[in-house]
């Protein structure tokens, strides 16, 4: 490894753990703030308003990091019976197919990057607080899904390079094989 | 039809074609729409945000978590040693065991994967040292897995109730009949043709000799049971009696399962419950992805007037309601063959509720007859996720794996779809009973 990938390699890792603590972390702080709000009403028998609003707005952040998270365990599903089908025991069509799918969800998320840009500079301009929560300021979390869609485009890139390199490998083999 | 919405329809059966994933299909179809209607791409980012800002969202989260917890906590140990003091004594009982424990898995997750996860791997290797070949044994827990999408919780019914607009309690309990008449069917199918399926035995069931030991038997597994049972108690009745919205019976559902498994069964570790976080926010994040954009396609499609066309097509052919409910059920049946649940209720429901409305059928039977047909899906090759799960868990070839369960999909899983879609009766009853005609409408 070189010491440019071992830099890279590092700051991936730091996100990848950064993206898994925070979405862990707000899973299980969503789950305890609405079981909170059933002990409070049923046995503290002291309803605090706000808690659901709060919530919600932990969960909305934590799933919108989650699809970056998702994106780079590969995890976003597709229907891929007739795909395996039409390249099976064809290592290099196999290699190119997977490099064009994923070429082909980085151009249609490019499209939507400066929209949701758009959207992230109006919630800028115009903060919407909570009802409940008047500390909360909901533009945070607009702000947020421009940031969750270029973290979904860099483990696609990701993904796209190292797909890359896999493509490479499979047809300098096929040729080293050749050569024999 | 416009061109817009040819292309964009083109482009969305292509992409599913090619393999690229639902998610950049739905976007990439919005696109290409909006680029031949030369319309404004503004309403996209608004209408992903305001789909994930939803409480029913929260709820599915809480169930697909709970689901995930329970494969890690010891609770499927003990519903399979209940479901086999149940029913280990009928011919073939050793197999029904999978599909009693199946409904009671089915009532704590709510989907169908974490009851194969748990079953397959606890029951087909030990089937099979009784003579039950595995093949057979993984082919019906693999039918019997959509169970869990059937008997509530159940993470599409809410998924449904999250696009129709409908009551979430109603929508859970409509599919409660047909799920027990379809887990009856499972039972009757196994106990005639299990013969078929088995191979000489390595190994004899311990089986209580006489009545008073069996009853014995049934009590003791009850008992070490009954920290597994209270969950689904706690949930339904918790929804049912008004005490909990859907939401915080999910999280009630989340702390129960992982205070059993960490205090009561001590099988669960932070390590082992860390990794069912992990596993959750995979499910999570295509979920966000899937709905974003998902919503932002369909609600394209009808704004330019794809649910008007595609009711006024449906009347057009016919405008008798039997006929049209059995085109629908073709319908999902065909796209539950190559399409995961989740988009498929997505893209389809804003279609099907005008046309449903139209024809005056009662948009809860609408939800058990899509749930229904959804959970179809999940064991329907070529595409059937539970195949693809079970073949791995079970060590079966996909195309060994296969035939038992075409028996069961045709002998009960189709007679069942057509029971609950033509007698309103099995999933309409019991919702009118429990919450009164004012929340489930008229039928």
Not at chain 2, 35 to 51: C, E, L, N, V
Not at chain 2, 208 to 224: D, K, L, N, Q
């Amino acid at each position: 490894m070189t010491r440019r990938d071992g830099v890279w390699g590092a700051i991936l890792g730091f996100i990848r753990s950064a993206e898994t603590a925070l979405c862990g972390v707000g899973l299980i702080l969503t789950t305890l703030l609405i079981f909170a709000q059933v002990v409070n009403r049923y046995l503290l028998h002291f309803e605090i308003m706000f808690l659901n609003d709060l919530a919600l707005y932990t969960f909305i952040g934590f799933m919108l990091v989650a699809a970056a998270y998702t994106t780079w365990n590969e995890g976003h599903v597709a229907v891929d019976v007739f795909r395996e089908r039409m390249v099976r025991g064809r290592p290099v069509a196999a290699g190119a197919y997977r490099v064009v799918l994923v070429l082909l969800a980085i151009f249609t998320l490019c499209l939507l990057l400066p929209v949701a840009y758009g959207f992230m500079q109006r919630a800028i301009q115009y903060p919407q607080y909570g009802t409940l929560v008047r500390w909360f300021n909901e533009s945070w979390l607009q702000i947020l899904l421009f940031w969750s869609l270029l973290f979904v485009l860099l483990h696609l890139l990701v993904i796209a390079w190292r797909d890359i390199g896999n493509l490479v490998q499979t047809i300098r083999a096929g040729s080293r094989k050749e050569g024999r | 039809m416009e061109a817009g919405l040819v292309v964009g329809l083109s482009l969305f059966f292509l992409g599913i074609l090619i393999g690229l994933p639902l998610c950049w299909v739905f976007l990439g179809s919005t696109f290409a729409t909006l680029f031949i209607i030369k319309g404004s791409p503004a309403f996209m980012a608004g209408t992903f945000y305001h789909a994930i800002n939803n409480y029913v969202l929260m709820a599915i989260a809480f169930f697909i978590f709970a689901g995930s917890l329970l494969s890690v906590s010891g609770i499927a140990d003990r519903i399979v040693r209940l479901s086999y003091a149940l029913v280990g004594r009928i011919p073939g009982g050793l197999v029904d065991v999978g599909i009693v424990a199946a409904v009671f898995m089915g009532a704590l997750t709510g989907s169908s994967l974490p009851v194969i996860g748990a079953l397959i791997p606890l029951l087909v290797p030990r089937l099979e040292r009784y003579g039950y070949r595995r093949d057979y044994t993984a082919g019906v827990l693999c039918s019997s897995s959509f169970l869990g999408y059937l008997i509530p919780p159940s993470v599409p019914g809410l998924l449904y109730c999250l696009v129709a607009q409908q009551s979430v309690a109603a929508v859970f309990v409509s599919t409660l009949i047909p799920g027990l008449i379809l887990a009856f069917g499972y039972i009757l199918v196994n106990t005639v043709i299990c013969r078929r399926y088995m191979q000489p035995a390595k190994d004899i069931p311990v089986l209580p000799a006489t009545f008073g030991e069996s009853v014995a038997e049934i009590g003791r597994s009850f008992y070490s049971a009954i920290p597994a049972l209270g969950c689904p108690f706690v949930v339904l009745v918790g929804i049912y009696a008004g005490i909990f919205t859907p939401n915080e019976a999910g999280a009630v559902a989340v702390v129960y399962t992982a205070a059993v498994g960490l205090w009561v069964y001590r099988e669960m570790t932070v390590k082992s419950m860390w990794g069912s976080v992990k596993s959750t926010l995979v499910t999570l994040g295509m979920i966000t992805l899937l709905l974003g954009f998902g919503t932002v396609f369909t609600r394209l499609l009808i704004r330019e007037g794809m649910a008007q066309a595609m009711t006024d097509f449906v009347l057009g052919i016919s405008q008798n309601r039997y006929a049209i409910l059995l085109m629908m059920n073709i319908l999902l049946l065909i796209l539950g063959m190559f399409i995961d649940g989740i988009p498929i209720l997505i893209i389809t429901v804003p279609l099907l509720v005008p046309i449903a409305q139209a024809l005056g059928v009662n948009l809860v039977h609408l939800g058990a007859i899509i749930v229904f047909n959804v959970g179809l899906g999940v064991v329907t090759p070529p595409y059937a996720i539970s195949i693809f799960v079970g073949t791995r868990l079970a060590e079966v070839p996909y195309a060994k794996l296969v035939p038992p369960m075409m028996i069961y999909l045709f002998l009960v899983g189709v007679p069942t779809l057509l029971l609950t879609t033509y007698i309103p009766w099995l999933s309409l009853w019991l919702p009118t009973l429990i919450l009164g005609r004012q929340v489930v409408g008229a039928w």
